[in-house]
T-cell receptor, first 112, second 112 residues
């Protein structure tokens, strides 16, 4: 099993550009989430999904869209990148409510 | 406003010492509390706590939850240099789960 795979690992965007961060898991987990991690602020939840076709907003959803058309994939779209979105982004999946998350290795995004 | 507070934010000890990391929380509709260890990249899951007073153990690590006083502790005995990491506390809240609030983390440095 590959676990949770995130691509790309690094990305530099110009302000106003859009892009999609990819996340795929091969563990048949129903629950998936996207977090951003900024220095001194811990991890903050952007969006999460409890199954294919079901998504909801977390603490910091503005500027981001998600969709969950399959169990395996949970892409995060940045609509119009801003310098405030410079961060490390983690995708995570979870087998069920009684388990912890498995995190991907992260995407370091810089918006200039 | 939901919040998770961890203390201390930073801690330096020597190998063999015992450490206690603290996590207190105020959230709406508490569901569970999770501890993670983050070294260079992605956090890895340590414990999930849902009931007060029941200690979870894994080797030299143990954790307990107090739902009345709204806090949890993570103990590490006989620390080793490999325990150096950021320890994250996350609280799951809300009516439907999957909505986590993370604390800022405790950075533990274990010196030889």
């Amino acid at each position: 099993n590959a676990g949770v795979t995130q691509t790309p690992k690094f990305q530099v965007l110009k302000t106003g550009q859009s892009m999609t961060l990819q996340c795929a898991q091969d563990m048949n987990h129903e629950y998936m989430s996207w977090y951003r991690q900024d220095p001194g602020m811990g991890l903050r939840l952007i969006h999460y999904s409890v199954g294919a076709g079901i998504t909801d907003q977390g603490e910091v959803p503005n500027g981001y869209n998600v969709s969950r058309s399959t169990t395996e994939d949970f892409p995060l779209r940045l609509l119009s990148a801003a310098p405030s979105q410079t961060s490390v982004y983690f995708c995570a999946s979870r087998q069920g409510a009684r388990y912890g998350y498995t995190f991907g290795s992260g995407t370091r995004l810089t918006v200039v | 406003e939901d919040k998770v507070v961890q203390s201390p934010l930073s801690l330096v000890v020597h190998e063999g010492d015992t450490v206690t990391l603290n996590c207190s929380y105020e959230v709406t509709n508490f569901r569970s509390l999770l501890w993670y260890k983050q070294e260079k990249k992605a956090p890895t899951f340590l414990f999930m706590l849902t009931s007060s007073g029941i200690e979870k153990k894994s080797g030299r690590l143990s954790s307990i939850l107090d739902k009345k006083e709204l806090f949890s502790i993570l103990n590490i005995t006989a620390t080793q240099t490999g325990d150096s990491a950021i320890y994250l506390c996350a609280v799951e809240k809300g009516n439907y789960g999957q909505n986590f609030v993370f604390g800022p983390g405790t950075r533990l440095s274990v010196l030889p």
